[in-house]
């Protein structure tokens, strides 16, 4: 173990790495200057997941989106998102989201193809592949659990070995095309019905095809179950029992989790621990996001607006980037409160499905000839919610209100695809950071930098000393990312007058 891991062993729990979750990264201990502030988390679980779902950005990029860091130099999202501390990808998969004449529904399209070019951009940045089987050809969710149009007609035990085959296919895939894949989600929020099932047995049948599949792919591979309203806390504990009751094989118990709709974090925390503590079960959110503004970018409605689902107690934060950012830490720190550090972690929901082209401030025939062309490429490489198209699988829904992103205003992205401050919370949940400017070399917060900071350098590398996040920032003088005896060193070749490599005594 180096020197620099010793050092992080003092301030943090030893993290161990495991097959299922990401490693690296975690032992780093200097916070980062930011504008927006995060408070640190102290992670139970190895490599808590910091994730997000991003399935519709492939239709996003064919449509002409581009992605920029916060400094404005255009960059492949993964890279930007995995160097913001995003450390697992969601992708969303449909069997077949096309209509008879081979028309996307829309939603990103998101069928096998798209997202074996995610799993493999994923895998290239470090990050891992969360696959998120809908067994549907569009939207699964509470209300919809409609079965692939190739499934109609299938007897249960048809429909089991459909599912199996599909499954095991579809990894076999994904893994071909480079995704490196961690955990496998058996349905979409399935609270009511899996893939057209809706009797108890039925879903557990399913279930269990699809844990099989999983196993024969790979035994090191997580298998997930998601859920939703955590607030009705009988009936999201009815699904725990009710698994147990079928004897279904799973690993993960996940719910949804958005704020206006599914109450308070400590419930939150209170059912994850129940699948956790009674069934010995690891809890994840598989969905949360949150509104970094109120406003539209794209000309279709948002699911979050000054007209819908705004208020309410449970809508603590402010509509900025830094309400967003607490959100996020907010709904970490909930799951790494469940009961016997079986909190797994967090998948933000489609954090990058913006706007195809920017409306704001515009009026009416400028505001109209933006809207057509945004409708325009949401019909064509179905980067809208839904297209017209899906009218076919979906006519009294989709089919009637189809249009572009209702969540432009929940991503971690402006208007022109450049990343918002927020993105960071993503790191800056190991260390915390620090908004007030900080006086490189001063440990102390005295104001000057003198020899009693190089001690109090010492005494914390000999772990005689626990520093605050601001004086950790000052303490890093070679700016390597951890404090060692090497930045006492720095300060005292500073203070004789000796040439150092950094400036210090500086603000940053
Ligand atoms: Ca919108």
């Keep these: 173990m180096k020197l620099r891991a010793l050092l992080a062993a003092a301030l943090m729990p030893l993290i161990a790495c495991c097959s299922a979750v990401p490693c690296g990264a975690e032992d780093a201990v200097v916070p980062a200057k930011d504008s927006v502030a995060v408070e640190r988390i102290s992670f139970n679980a190895p490599g808590f997941i910091r994730g997000m779902d991003v399935s519709s950005v492939i239709s996003l990029e064919n449509a002409g989106v581009t992605f920029k860091t916060e400094a404005g130099e255009e960059q492949d999202i993964f890279r930007i998102l995995s160097d913001s501390g995003v450390n697992y990808i969601r992708v969303r998969i449909w069997n077949d989201p096309y209509d008879s004449s081979g028309n996307g529904y829309g939603g990103g399209n998101s069928d096998l193809a798209a997202a074996k070019i995610i799993g493999k951009r994923a895998a290239d940045n470090q990050m891992r592949l969360l696959v998120d089987f809908h067994y549907s050809d569009f939207w699964a969710d509470p209300g919809k659990q409609a079965a692939p149009k190739a499934w109609t007609g299938l007897t249960l035990a048809q429909k089991e070995q459909a599912l199996y085959d599909y499954t095991l296919d579809s990894l076999n895939e994904l893994k071909s095309a480079g995704a490196d894949i961690g955990m496998v989600q058996i349905g979409n929020e399935t609270t009511a019905g899996i893939a057209g099932e809706f009797s108890e047995s039925g879903r557990a049948r399913l279930f269990s095809a699809g844990a099989r599949a999983v196993r024969a792919f790979d035994g090191g591979v997580l298998v997930a179950l998601h859920f939703t309203n955590p607030e009705n806390t009988a009936a999201i504990k009815w ?270």
């Design 239 to 508: 699904q725990a029992d009710f698994l147990d009751r079928y004897g279904v094989d799973y690993d993960v118990f996940a719910t949804s989790y958005y704020p206006s709709w599914h109450g308070s974090l400590e419930n939150l925390t209170a059912v994850l621990s129940y699948a956790a503590e009674k069934y010995g079960k690891y809890a994840m959110v598989a969905e949360t996001s949150y509104p970094c503004t109120l406003e539209d970018t794209d000309g279709h409605g948002n699911t979050v607006s000054q007209w819908n689902n705004s208020t309410g107690e449970n809508m603590r934060w402010v509509f900025t980037p830094q309400g967003q950012a607490d959100e996020v830490r907010a709904v970490m720190n909930a799951v790494n409160e469940v009961s016997g550090g079986k909190g797994l972690g967090v998948f933000y929901w489609e954090g990058a499905w913006v706007t195809v082209g920017d409306v704001t401030g515009k009026s009416g025939a400028e505001y109209t000839a933006q809207w057509q062309q945004n409708s325009e490429l949401w019909e064509r490489y179905g980067c809208g919610w839904a297209s017209s198209f899906s009218a076919e699988y979906e006519p009294d829904d989709a089919g009637r209100y189809y249009g572009g992103s209702a969540v432009d205003n929940q991503v971690f992205f402006d208007a022109q695809g450049r990343a918002l401050p927020s993105l960071r919370v993503f790191k800056n949940v190991l260390t915390g950071s620090v908004t007030a400017d900080v006086l490189l070399g001063d440990v102390d917060g005295n104001g000057t930098v003198d020899i009693k900071d190089a001690t109090e350098i010492r005494r914390f590398a000999a772990e005689y000393a626990v520093l605050s996040p601001e004086s950790l920032l000052a303490a890093d003088v070679d700016r390597s990312g951890a404090v060692t005896i090497e930045d006492a060193t720095v300060i005292q070749r500073y203070l004789a007058e000796f040439s150092v490599e950094q400036p210090i005594n500086r603000l940053i």
